[in-house]
């Protein structure tokens, strides 16, 4: 249990260390104006990143990529029918 306790202690420590001005800041705003909300915090610290944005994010960015191959596929049938080589379509069949 104590180290457990040990270890908490020290990654609060660390994480306090690791942000020292944005600490200070946030404390000058506090000594400024006593309550704060949300907006002041994204301020000093920034937008917060939740598991669940980052993996919509990921989500989009794999989506743009397929989206990308498929126009990719399609620019080519279109040179290929304009050219009338009889290639394969999008999907790879042939015409």
Known sequence: MHKLIEDAYQKALS?????????DKLAQVLLEKEVIFKEDLEGI????TYKRDLEREIEIVEEKKRMKERLKKVKEEIENTEAGDGSKD????DK
């Open 45 to 48: 610290f920034g937008k917060r």
């Open 90 to 93: 999008v999907d790879g069949k």
């Open 15 to 23: 994480l306090l260390k690791g942000n020292k001005k944005k600490v």
